[in-house]
């Protein structure tokens, strides 16, 4: 059973995470639970709205599996500039997102890998 101090430290590291990808500027930040389909975009801004939900399960006595349901799941919003023909609009998007990954302790440090999407 994970102690209500490591839950919120499991949350805070991946919310750095996710933060780390909304400061990307590209249609599909490397890495990352969320990407921008339409067209060519430039310009791209993303915002996190909604943070998901976390559900942690130990797999070990340093690990625990991470992941979201869909009924928590996050929402983000992508601005930017697309451009068809020739011509450029500007679009802004939201989108629901998950989390899934493993995270590993070591002594107070934290670490978060995601599982590939």
Not at 30 to 54: D, N
Not at 64 to 76: D, F, I
Request: charged content about 20%.
């Amino acid at each position: 059973m994970l102690k209500p101090a490591a839950v919120e430290a499991v949350e805070a590291r991946v919310r750095a995470w996710l933060d780390e990808c909304a400061k990307q500027t590209v249609a599909a930040p490397q890495g990352c639970p969320f990407r921008y389909y339409g067209g060519s975009a430039q310009k791209v801004t993303w915002k996190i709205l909604e943070y998901p939900k976390l559900v942690v399960e130990l797999t070990g006595p340093t690990t625990a599996q991470v992941g979201t349901p869909y009924e928590t799941q996050g929402k983000v919003q992508v601005s930017g500039t697309t451009t068809y023909f020739g011509a450029s609009s500007p679009f802004t998007e939201e989108d629901g997102f998950t989390v899934a990954g493993v995270v590993t302790a070591d002594g107070d440090t934290i670490a978060f890998r995601p599982t590939a999407n």
